[in-house]
């Protein structure tokens, strides 16, 4: 049976005022990358620090550095990443621009042969390339997609780094919270690092799934998928850890 709420989003005046409004850009992968990184590093510091028997200070100190230093630095990154793409982008728009208007025939010849790829012919294929470069812009848009490969990204630079970095220092808390409630309340616990290593655990396998909820994979196995990431990361950076402490 039809879903109505589907179908009533899909009349021609429905979909009229859809197309009407600016596309709204989406900045989960910002926020999972920030994450998921976020918890990655932070816990791998831990565990380094700790496989290589150094004072729980130690862990605050190098936990705290990394959140606002690495977080920083990948934000800056991601700004600087976006940013480049833009410019790419408008660039290749340029020299497109400049070809259509220099070799106009060719640049027609490159769309004839786009579409006939696509599978139309004779009447049909004129009629298409007569119509697409009849407006430079919509020319131009052709080429950046099908010619370069170039899609038009609506993500703001500065709005895209801030995203990682909140996702970022939010992640990046976990593998540190137990250690900061020791210390503010003065308290110890008999195996901090063994409850850091659950809770982080479990903010990996939260992270994958709620990022499950924006893809099609399922929730469980996108939780595994970081949460496997995640561990081995922190699994390494372990093993090194307590392989320096003997040699020192």
């Not at 990443?81 to 340029?94: D, M, P, V, W, Y």
């Not at 901090?192 to 290593?197: A, K, N, R, Y």
Request: glycine share 10%; net charge negative.
């Amino acid at each position: 049976m039809p879903d109505c709420a589907l179908g009533d989003s899909h009349t021609p005046e429905a979909i009229a005022q859809r197309l009407s409004r600016e596309p709204t850009p989406s900045y989960l992968r910002d926020a999972v990358y920030g994450a998921i990184d976020g918890a990655v590093t932070t816990f791998a510091i831990v565990a380094g620090v700790v496989g290589a028997e150094l004072s729980p200070k130690i862990v605050l100190i190098l936990g705290t550095a990394n959140l606002f230093g690495d977080g920083l630095s990948m934000a800056l990154s991601n700004y600087l990443g976006t940013r480049t793409f833009h410019q790419e982008l408008s660039k290749a728009r340029h020299e497109e621009r400049l070809h259509i208007q220099t070799v106009p025939d060719g640049e027609r010849e490159e769309v004839r042969q786009i579409f006939r790829a696509k599978g139309l012919t004779g009447t049909t294929l004129e009629e298409v390339v007569e119509v697409m470069t009849a407006d430079e812009e919509q020319w131009i848009d052709i080429m950046m997609r099908e010619e370069l490969g170039l899609h038009p990204t609506r993500h703001v630079p500065w709005k895209a780094g801030v995203t990682t970095f909140v996702a970022f220092c939010a992640a990046g808390t976990f593998p540190l919270a137990l250690f900061v409630f020791e210390a503010v309340a003065g308290l110890s616990s008999a195996h901090p690092f063994g409850w850091t290593t659950v809770i982080t655990a479990v903010a990996f396998f939260l992270i994958g799934a709620g990022k499950s909820r924006f893809t099609d994979q399922p929730w469980y196995r996108s939780g595994l998928e970081t949460l496997l990431v995640g561990g081995l990361a922190a699994g390494v950076a372990y093993a090194i850890g307590a392989s320096l402490a003997r040699i020192a």
